[in-house]
């Protein structure tokens, strides 16, 4: 039976999730809240949602069935808890929350009150993880040891422009958010495809040095000058596995900034700004470029595929449609032809909760998930703090049956 949404946060992010919510037939009516009403105002007019809530208290007490939160990147943990126990299902944003102490209040209240919880990453469906994931369960890598996990997104490719939008006049102390406190695209991406959990981790900050305001500590509501930052984990199985955050970084435009290679003793699973291939011991060296390309523009020959040529065509591709690798066979036909941001995976995200509010049934990156794709990377944080000391990653478990 299809449930009602309230969303919370109507910035530039939740625009396309609310259009998917509205749009998929499982959810009967979509409704919006946001602390600037005449946003929230103006998305329920372009979208046609149901109606506008003045607050988050008020939408807690409206009788939707389940909140999908967008707000900003520190405050979910908190939302998250305050909706599960007024009853609601939750999607949400990444990360799941700030501190340890959030994580497990988030857990708790999904095993006391019984309800959905699933956050968003959006790495679980970039088309190389779920490749990653395929061949890992046909057994293709033998045993997985070492990964590697990357999100190189540049200051100057649109965070700049972001948090002026969100953080209006203050947007500076705002926007030196840790990078390794956003690592669910990275560490989601490895975990993703690989059956594990980190243990342990070293971590480097780097501090920055372009001298703007921003990553500065004078200005920072977080204390934090780190602008870039690496980590590398320990996993259960005793192998390991590294992650980039970077926001100061000579990427260009066009290319993902999230990307992820798989090592294991039969095989390796290697993906570039322009290809990725596939390795074993036969000595084969596969191109599985086009299997992971969201779109499926043209293939581009191996000899023309330079960085100075990657057209606004290809860009586009990357941040729309699904990949041929993609299972959309359960999609409602409601979606068909809607935006599909970050690599083809905003289409499978939103039927993965509809799908888990209305079966009752766990969804993909459910709280237990959801906690080792986050939590390692706040640790992280605190070990690059302290000089790159390796120190012990806690867990949650496995999510109950």
Known sequence: MPFSLGIVGAGQFAGGFATLFHAHPGVSRVTVTDTIADRATALARDLGLAGVEPDFEAMLASDVDAVAIFTQRWTHGPLVVQALRAGKHVYSAVPMAFTREEIAAIIDAVKETGLTYMMGETSQYNPVTVLGRQKAADGAFGRVFYAEGDYVHDMDHGFYAAYQYSGGADWKRTASYPPMKYPTHAIGGVLGAWNTHAV???????????????FDKAVSMFDNDFSNASALFETADGGSFRTNEFRRVGLAGAVPESRFTFYGTEGILEQNSLSTLWHNRSGALEDLSDLVRPGQPAHQDAGDATLANVDEKLHDSFISGHAPVHDTSALPAELTGLGNGHMGSHHLLVHDFVTAVNTQTLPTVNAWVAARYTL?????????LRGGERLPIDDFGDAPQ
């Open 200 to 214: 342990s981790v070293s971590a480097v900050g780097v501090p920055d040095q372009r001298g703007d305001g921003v």
């Open 376 to 384: 390692p990377g706040l640790v992280a944080h605190e070990s690059a």
